[in-house]
């Protein structure tokens, strides 16, 4: 566990995109690796199991009751024996299935992993340009994975990170700017809430560097010092 809080750690700085890209990648890796081993199997096992209790229903229907073997009551009879043999075959078909899965099983799963990392990044584009009203209603899957990561970001406060962040400052040290959004004036806050106390307001082409990002905001070191969240949509790279 002290790797995994290390890696967490290591990713605490970057952004919350590129954090999506490691992390629903291994995530679906391991889905993969999941299913292939274990996961289809156990499905298969669950059908077997399923089928057999469905056979052992029908045996005790035909003996704790009489049919008889003409009228009605035997064409009742045939057409409840004929479901319980479609609904056998049905759990057999599956369970073979199961045992044999689909090749393509990789690539569904490729386009899975696009879609979700889709839903992830793109809100946050569009809180650039879109008010923010607006962009949470769309932001579902991202408020998700953001409120996910928080719990490992946490724990991994008390860990080191696994590459000494002394070594790679200047490579990953990220610099920002006011957007057009935020070049009118931005707040810097104590907190990553509207309604948290307000340390100062920058302006025009102030600059300021990247630490961390948490639901929507991100946290800043200003010129002199001075550290506190800002909305992301209030900034871009100064790249």
Do not use: H
Not at 116 to 141: A, N, R
Not at 192 to 215: C, F, H, L
């Amino acid at each position: 566990m002290d790797i995994y809080y290390a890696v967490w750690a290591q990713m605490s700085n970057w952004t919350i995109n590129q954090r999506a890209i490691l992390v629903l990648g291994v995530g679906c890796l391991i889905f993969v690796v999941f299913l292939k081993l274990i996961g289809f199997r156990l499905a298969a096992l669950f059908l077997w199991i399923l089928n057999w209790l469905l056979k052992a229903v029908f045996i005790c229907l035909s003996t704790l009751f009489s049919i008889r073997a003409y009228g009605a009551g035997a064409k009742r009879w045939n057409r409840i024996s004929g479901g319980f043999e479609k609904v056998s075959l049905f759990l057999d078909r599956w369970k073979e299935a199961a045992l044999q899965p689909n090749k393509k099983i990789a690539g569904k799963i490729l386009i899975l992993y696009c879609l979700l990392l889709i839903c992830v990044v793109v809100p946050g584009w569009l809180g650039k340009v879109m008010d923010t009203e607006y962009v949470e209603k769309v932001s579902g899957i991202r408020n998700l994975y953001m409120k996910c990561e928080q719990i490992p970001l946490e724990k991994a406060k008390a860990y080191a990170p696994l590459i000494d962040p002394a070594e790679t400052q200047v490579q990953s040290e990220r610099i920002l700017k006011l957007s057009e959004r935020g070049v009118p004036g931005a707040n810097i806050r104590t907190e990553p809430n509207p309604d948290s106390g307000k340390i100062t307001v920058i302006w025009g082409d102030a600059q300021m560097t990247y630490i961390r990002e948490q639901d929507g905001w991100i946290y800043v070191r200003l010129s002199d010092g001075t550290e506190g969240w800002i909305r992301d949509y209030l900034v871009q790279d100064a790249g």
